[in-house]
């Protein structure tokens, strides 16, 4: 991917992932910290929103084009699982970044909106990642769209009851939420399709929640059924922001999907 060059951190700035975490132990809030990051100085090309244990920057690094990202998660723990993992992480609330416009070239969302509370903090969140980010916006999480259809069925996905998936974000949402925002130049994927019950994901809808899975010997019995319509296990959403010649590549950085 060609980008134009960034200027070079100085030795001063290029404080690194313990040095953050030192100034984020001295610091009394985080958005004194994000002031006192100037990311384009640091060299840093990308956000990662909601971090977790850091895959979701290694995948940006090895298909987005990534050289040096910065995570943001609200859990302390998960920081210091992306910090083992030689990533730099601070703790945020990334609905409320102070980073001035066009800090990084792009952000990745990768199974974390539905973790949000509700729509309107979603779209907080798309507005914030909009704002900071140049190029464009990266997108994953699980599918929602066909909840109401599974349960017709007496199924659920074992996602959709999780305690911490508080925002069933379907693509219909995602795409109304990206208009409203003046997003319109996005494209909407789907991957791993499920053409019956038998598929793993597949719970009968009395299983308990927060499970992962199917596992016939633990799980209540589901009954067999042929999906008549189109199912899939994640979406894949793409938002460009300004005009880029490797958008074609970039669209194609998760394989095995269709466009919806």
């Known amino acids: 991917m060609n980008y134009p060059p ?5 030795e001063d700035w290029d ?16 958005k004194s910290l994000q002031r006192s990051l100037d990311l384009s100085q640091l060299d840093y090309n990308f956000l990662d929103f909601g971090s977790s244990e850091g895959d979701s920057i290694s995948f940006a690094i090895q298909c987005l084009g990534g ?46 909106l539905e973790h949000l509370p509700d729509l309107p903090t979603v779209k907080k969140a798309l507005k914030s990642a909009a704002r900071v980010a140049s190029d464009f916006l990266f997108i994953i999480g699980p599918y929602f769209d066909a909840d109401q259809f599974l349960k017709s069925c007496g199924l659920k996905f074992f996602w959709s009851d999780w305690t911490g998936h508080k925002c069933h974000l379907t693509t219909q949402q ?7 925002l003046g997003l319109k130049d996005h494209v ?4 791993k399709i499920v053409k019956d019950s038998s598929d793993s994901a597949i719970h009968h809808l009395n299983s308990p929640k927060d ?18 319509q189109p199912i899939y296990k994640e979406i894949v959403c793409y938002v460009r922001l300004r005009p880029l010649e490797n958008w074609e590549d970039i669209i194609r950085a998760v394989k095995g999907t269709i466009y919806l």
């Open 6 to 10: 960034r200027k070079k951190p100085s």
């Open 211 to 228: 499970q992962h899975e199917y596992n016939a010997e633990v799980h209540p019995e589901k009954p067999f059924v042929i999906f008549n």
């Open 188 to 191: 909407m994927m789907v991957r």
């Open 174 to 180: 995602l795409q109304e939420i990206l208009t409203d």
């Open 67 to 112: 050289t040096r990202g910065l995570g943001i998660d609200i859990d302390p723990k998960k920081i210091i699982e992306v910090r083992q993992k030689g990533y730099e992480c601070i703790q945020g609330d990334f609905t409320q970044l102070v980073f001035p416009p066009d800090s990084v070239r792009f952000v990745t969302m990768n199974h974390v």
């Open 15 to 30: 404080i690194g992932t313990e040095g953050i975490m030192a100034q984020n132990k001295s610091l009394k809030d985080v």
